[in-house]
T-cell receptor
C-alpha cells in the first residue's frame, strides 16, 4: 500500500511558469524524499527533507514539510521543457519502511 | 547515468516460467533495493539487501526471491510467472543501509509475461 499520495495527478503548465505539487501521508515519518522519473526510465533523487526540517531548496526546487498536517509540497520555479516528467514523493517511516506515492505527471508546454 | 546497471533491459517470457534479473550497484554502495512499477500498483518496494544480508521486506510475493552476492551485485528471481507480473523492475543502491540517504536507480528491466 502507498502511504504518500500526490496531488494533483497531472499538471500542465507553460514554460517559465511555476509548478507546485503536494504529497500527503498518513503515519509519522523519519524523512520524505522527492524523485523525478522521465518516461520509462529510472527515478532520479531530487531532494530529501528530514522530519525536523520545514523547508529546503535545491536550485529551482523548493520543498516544504508540515508534519502537523502530514504534508509536503514541491515547487519547481521557472519551469523548462526538460522538467516534463513524473514526480514522486517517498516517505520513510520511523520504523524505516519506505513507501512511494502514485506520482504527479508534469507536462511543460513550450 | 546513475552508475547502477541492470540486465537485461527487456525480457519477454511465458506464464509459468522463471526469470532472473540482475543488478550491479554503484561502486562502493552496500545496499541494493528492488522495486516493481506497474500501471495499476504504482511503484512498490520489494526487498532490500545490505552487504549480503536481507535488511527489509516490502510487498514481495513468495514466488519472488532475491539475493546479494559477495561482490555486492544482486539478483531478483521471479518464478511461476503470471500475466500480472508484467512490469518494470528497478533496482537502486545507496551507500548505507539507512533510508536517510538518497537512492540511485538503475534504468530498469521491462518484463512482459505473455
Amino acid at each position: 500500500s502507498q502511504q504518500g499520495e500526490e496531488d494533483p495527478q497531472a499538471l500542465s503548465i507553460q514554460e517559465g511558469e511555476n509548478a507546485t505539487m503536494n504529497c500527503s501521508y498518513k503515519t509519522s515519518i523519519n524523512n520524505l524524499q522527492w524523485y523525478r522519473q522521465n518516461s520509462g526510465r529510472g527515478l532520479v533523487h531530487l531532494i530529501l527533507i528530514r522530519s525536523n526540517e520545514r523547508e529546503k531548496h535545491s536550485g529551482r526546487l523548493r520543498v516544504t514539510l508540515d508534519t502537523s498536517k502530514k504534508s509536503s509540497s514541491l515547487l519547481i520555479t521557472a519551469s523548462r521543457a526538460a522538467d516534463t516528467a513524473s514526480y514522486f514523493c517517498a516517505t520513510v517511516s520511523n520504523d524505516y519502511k519506505l513507501s512511494f506515492g502514485a506520482g504527479t505527471t508534469v507536462t511543460v508546454r513550450a | 547515468d546513475s552508475g547502477v546497471t541492470q540486465t537485461p533491459k527487456h525480457l519477454i517470457t511465458a506464464t509459468g516460467q522463471r526469470v532472473t534479473l540482475r543488478c550491479s550497484p554503484r561502486s562502493g554502495d552496500l545496499s541494493v533495493y528492488w522495486y516493481q512499477q506497474s500501471l495499476d500498483q504504482g511503484l512498490q518496494f520489494l526487498i532490500q539487501y545490505y552487504n549480503g544480508e536481507e535488511r527489509a521486506k516490502g510487498n514481495i510475493l513468495e514466488r519472488f526471491s532475491a539475493q546479494q552476492f559477495p561482490d555486492l551485485h544482486s539478483e531478483l528471481n521471479l518464478s511461476s510467472l503470471e500475466l500480472g507480473d508484467s512490469a518494470l523492475y528497478f533496482c537502486a543502491s545507496s551507500p548505507t543501509g539507512s533510508y536517510s540517504y538518497e537512492q540511485y536507480f538503475g534504468p530498469g528491466t521491462r518484463l512482459t509475461v505473455t
